[in-house]
């Protein structure tokens, strides 16, 4: 189950959209101050960009660097020739002051540097300038910094290290690294100055053939972002400022960029096209992307790039104007509308209001995505009234429960005939939904039955009592029983009070987000003893566990900055749990071809690690309990080595995934399915057919889900991290192995990740098979699930 925590105001209704905008200018020739600001919010704008330099400043840098060539190109003695040093800001370097208001600035730094340059020298005046700007920026109360990422991926590192170092001039220091989703920027950056990298001196310039014919990298662009916020640790001071040009890459690349840490979203007039009426609007396909990125539990901030400037106090003065005649007229409208300064702003003010309505999982866990909380321990715990009523919330789980127990009601009726009674226990009752779900099935069919609500719960049991005496549907007619349903004797006769019986039907509700994971397989053996072993029905009767690899940013960032101080855990243990989350700014590894459609999402390879069926074998049992007495093997006589009375449910699978692009897995998402109760009487329909079903299922395997329980929200995926991020080449293959184990006092997890590609041998060959990275072996035993 998922757990909720504290309860208080859990959002079922719809959140308001939360849209900041902003308005940049690549070339902005007006100073930032007080007034420009203050227009700027009059007209809708929440942000501005401030230039941390003037034209002046970069005047005098050219200058330095243009007369350091000189030099060196006219000496015979270069090597006696120190490195130029830039020297300290003067008040005509910069307009920026500290201020009060600067919290609503966005400072860019000099767009014209190239820190990653292949010229040294280049490089080393490009990282003065942006040390000497991101400092200045810090100084004046400025914590967002717009930086400008590296131009070539043979620079990546040397910006890498360079940002690394701006980081640390100050602890409130944030970069946001403008990168193009693919290819290049469609902005110019530098139209009215000379980009540094104009300078590179021609030993170090790259050769113009290979240029001219290379083309760029669908994912270059992305490989870049990976390899900076890896060399500075996925440091959350560290984000995206991410262009959306005017024609979208492919839906894997969208995904993948969707699953990064993007703060701004970089707007330039490029991406807009133009309705009928000349209005700029947002292709569909554009819409849909921002839609999702609106959806993220902290939405990136809109920049509008150069679609017009804020107007003064004097624009749009009116004189006196001859009549103008109807040509005129219409014409004098066609300038204005293109020249409103607002109309892009006007757009996205009206995207922000009209967004579609959220699924009811989105709704239900507003505020917790990607939020990780350690699974339950429901054997050693007792809940709390309000975790309980978050799984209550559900609107699918409790109707499918009523629909598998109505169904097998009636295969109970036709075989034990009309005039029995039948015996129904739900065990971990809880604060009694599903009872009250097996009396309503009871009533609808028409079958009388017997309920046992069984809870250890003391909180829960009082308060089992009082809805008993209460609730005009329990009408006093339901036992309740305060015990751990494994030490219950079972249900007694009605006429003999001390001879016990058997149930015909034992329903519980103890699935996890890995099915398994809360140990739904050895609470089931245990009260397995009260079932009737000729025609007993579990439900549910069988679930399975799902894995998948994903790339998930965030996920990993939020462990790296978990303190290690934590006295509850050691360093290492926090990437050896697997934490309960609601999945949601991450991106599936394997996946299925794509579809022609952006808005139909892909299709990950979820595959099947492992199932558990119930009731159990009553062998299997016998033996279990056998081996626990320190019995012996019957067909070889051989003495147990100790009590493993729980080895019957150890599990363990290899699964491959074979992945099409290039990505960093930083864990494996689990889900499951489960079969409530299959019929064998009764023709097959789908579950959200209302007439009567063969089998009633429900899933979380986002491959499943919609067809088997839609809007089904108790159960948030599971998540099993990776210490150190594996990267997986393109058309590579990933080797998951889980381990499913037990000592007879806990259950636990181990996996472990391996990366293969594939060689070429010979001709026409597939290739060998050759592993390129593995991860380490990441147990949860010392955080298992205490039996």
Sequence with gaps: MTSINGGQGLPVEEPSTVLYVGQHETQRSEQVSLDLLRRAQDLGYDLLTAPITTPKFQSRVLELLESQIYRLETSDATSSIPLPIISPLSPEDSDLVPEDSNTSLIAVASPWIDIGSLDPLVAHVSQQVFILEVAYAAFCGVSNVLVHGPTTSEGTV?????????????????????????????????????????????????????????????YASWEMWNTIRTICSYTTRLSIALEVPRGLPPQSLQC???????????????????????????????????????????????????????????????????????????????????????????????????????????????????????????????????????FEKDPVKYEWYERAVALALKDLRALLGDERQIIVAVAGAGRGPLV??????????????????????????????????????????????????RSWPGPTLPNDGSALTKTDLLVSELLGSFADNELSPECLD???????????????????????????????????????????????????IPYVVMLHQFDYISTAPPTTSPEVPQTPDVQQAWSFSHPVAPEILAHARQRGAGGTVADTGTPYSGPTTNDHNARSCTLRFACADRGVCHGLAGYFETVLYSSPNRPKHNNNNNSEQQTIELSTNPVTMAEKSKDMISWFPIFFPLKTPLHIPDGGEMEVSMWRQTDDRKVWYEWVVEVYMRVPVGEGGSGKRMRVGISELHSSRRNGCMM
């Design 526 to 576: 245990g009260v397995q003893h009260v079932l009737h072993p000729g025609h007993g029905i579990s439900i549910p009767q069988s679930y399975s566990a799902h894995l998948t690899p994903i790339a998930s940013p965030r996920l990993h960032s939020d462990l790296l900055s978990r303190a290690s101080t934590d006295i509850s855990l050691s360093v290492s243990e926090k990437w050896e």
């Design 158 to 218: 040397r910006f890498a290290r360079s940002a690394l170092e701006a980081l640390g001039l100050g602890p409130y220091v944030h970069l946001h690294i403008l990168m193009p989703m693919t290819g290049e920027l469609e902005q110019d950056v530098s139209a009215d100055g000379t980009h540094l990298a104009e300078m590179v001196r021609p030993q170090y310039a790259p050769d113009e053939e290979d240029e001219c014919e290379s083309e760029p990298e669908l």
């Design 436 to 485: 009250t779900r097996v009396l309503q099935a009871s009533r609808k069919t028409g079958i009388n039955v017997k309920c046992y609500a069984v809870e250890k719960n003391p909180n829960a049991h009082l308060l089992l009592q009082r809805r008993n005496a209460t609730d005009p549907l329990w009408a006093n007619q339901v036992t309740v029983v305060a015990s751990d349903m």
């Design 256 to 390: 993948r960029w969707y699953s990064e840490p993007i703060r701004l979203l970089m707007l330039p007039r490029t991406s807009f096209l133009r309705n009928g009426k000349g209005y700029p609007v947002l292709s569909k396909q554009h819409q849909h992307f921002l839609t999702l990125l609106l959806r993220l539990r902290f939405p990136p901030w809109a920049l509008l790039s150069d679609v017009g400037r804020i107007p003064t106090t004097t624009d749009g003065a009116s004189g006196s104007t001859p009549d103008l005649t109807p040509a005129e007229a219409a014409a004098s409208m066609s300038r204005d509308l293109v020249d409103d300064p607002t109309q892009h702003l006007q757009y996205m003010r009206h995207l922000q209001q009209s967004q579609p309505s959220r699924p009811p999982i989105e709704r239900f866990g507003q505020g917790y995505q990607d939020y990780m909380q350690s699974p339950l321990q429901p054997l050693t715990d007792n809940l709390e009234s309000i975790t309980y009523e978050v």
